[in-house]
């Protein structure tokens, strides 16, 4: 019986271990498996990582990750290192702004997402390349700084400046003479030749008024700073009513409302020019028995000056590019305004050299409002008259 129980015990020991053997064998063989795919997949995201950093090195824009909190970098492509001078390994790691210099890359990088792109700066590595960055949102923890090369954009930019200006002031010559002897021909001796006379002065007042204006857009375009002091606001809002009744001449009603108290820090011939170009355009645009309002109040901190009229409105899809030089809602209607199309780039340049910004709201059919909005460093006490 003994014997009969050692001969079950055995078979079961034998079976249990072939059992087990069997076993072992199919998960060393399903081991191996999942090694071979583990190896096979790190072999294609390798080769998929060396793929992508192929094709970043072949984008001419440089392209550097840093991350949010400490503003280290923590990669970047090859074009980082030609327009930069970034070199890895060194430069992973660092902070930016310590490698970056003289750009005021830890204050720009701190206004995050409403960083405004830096554009036209001298590179790092080369001070004849200029530059243009752009802060993009890469994830929670990062972002991706992108820089391109804009140095032929510039001198192309500057080229049309100087031309523009250059044919700006050989213009300025002829047409004062021009204009000098059509003044000397008075059209009640010439009856019949009267309307060709007036539309023959008409046309050389525009043209007068075209090339000034493109003189001083000109001369705008070229200047990084303006000549700052206090500029006394109650007499420029005086001035601007003045200016408005003489170009409606009874035409519509002028409002001028004084609610700030304060004046502005920044240069005064300029600051007259953009904001009396807004009133000529109110007035231009606006029909018969509307109304101009212009306001200088505070919003919160900000000083702002409005215009605002009840002319014929502009459809939503002009605005964004009412400020380009010559962009006109209506050609005809501009041309019978006598204006240059250059008023609300002038304007617009003027702001931004006064770290100011125009801001457009219109209504078709119900008026419009270009409100002037300046930082609260332009804020300036109003001293007593």
């Known amino acids: 019986m003994l014997a ?25 063989a399903s081991a191996r498996r999942a090694r071979t795919a583990a190896r096979a997949r790190n072999r294609r995201l390798l080769a998929m990582l060396r793929a992508y950093r192929a094709a970043a090195d072949t984008v001419p824009d440089a392209i550097v990750v840093v991350e949010r909190d400490s503003q280290r970098v923590q990669w970047f492509n090859a074009a980082a290192t030609r327009l930069l001078g970034l070199r890895a390994p060194a430069d992973v790691g660092r902070p930016i702004d310590e490698r970056l210099r003289p750009l005021p890359m830890a204050r720009w990088l701190s206004g995050g997402r409403h960083a405004e792109p830096m554009a036209d700066v001298a590179s790092p590595a080369d001070p004849s390349l200029r530059l243009q960055l752009r802060l993009l949102p890469y994830s929670a923890e990062l972002w991706l700084l992108v820089v391109r090369d804009i140095t032929k954009l510039v001198r192309l930019e500057h080229m049309r400046r100087d031309f523009v200006a250059n044919v700006s002031h050989e213009l300025r010559t002829p047409l004062t003479v021009v204009h000098g002897y059509l003044d000397l021909v008075d059209p009640a001796d010439h009856p019949d030749l009267a309307p060709m006379l007036r539309e023959l002065q008409q046309q050389s007042l525009r043209m007068t008024r075209l090339v000034e204006d493109l003189l001083t857009l000109s ?12 500029v006394p606001m109650a007499p420029m809002l005086a001035a601007l009513r003045r200016e408005a009744e003489a170009l409606s001449q009874g035409r519509h009603r002028i409002a001028v409302h004084d609610e700030a108290a304060v004046d502005l820090l920044g240069s005064q011939p300029e600051l007259h020019s953009a904001f009396s170009n807004l009133v000529a355009n109110a007035v231009r645009y606006t029909p018969a028995g509307g109304t101009i309002t212009v306001s200088f109040r505070l919003d919160g901190d900000d000083p702002v000056l409005s215009v605002r009229d009840t002319g014929l409105g502009i459809p939503a899809d002009h605005l964004p590019r009412l400020a380009e030089r010559f962009y006109r809602v209506s050609t005809s209607r501009s041309r019978e305004s006598g204006g240059t199309g250059l008023g609300l780039a002038i304007a617009k340049h003027v702001l931004g050299l006064h770290q100011a910004r125009l801001e457009i709201a219109s209504e078709v059919g119900r008026g419009s409002e270009f409100a002037c909005r300046f930082p609260a460093t332009r804020v300036v006490a109003r001293e007593p008259r």
């Open 4 to 28: 009969v129980l050692l001969a079950v015990l055995l078979a079961a020991a034998t079976g249990v271990g072939a059992w087990l053997w069997r076993r072992s064998r199919i998960l060393d």
């Open 219 to 230: 001369r705008l375009e070229s200047r990084d700073t303006l000549e700052e002091e206090p």
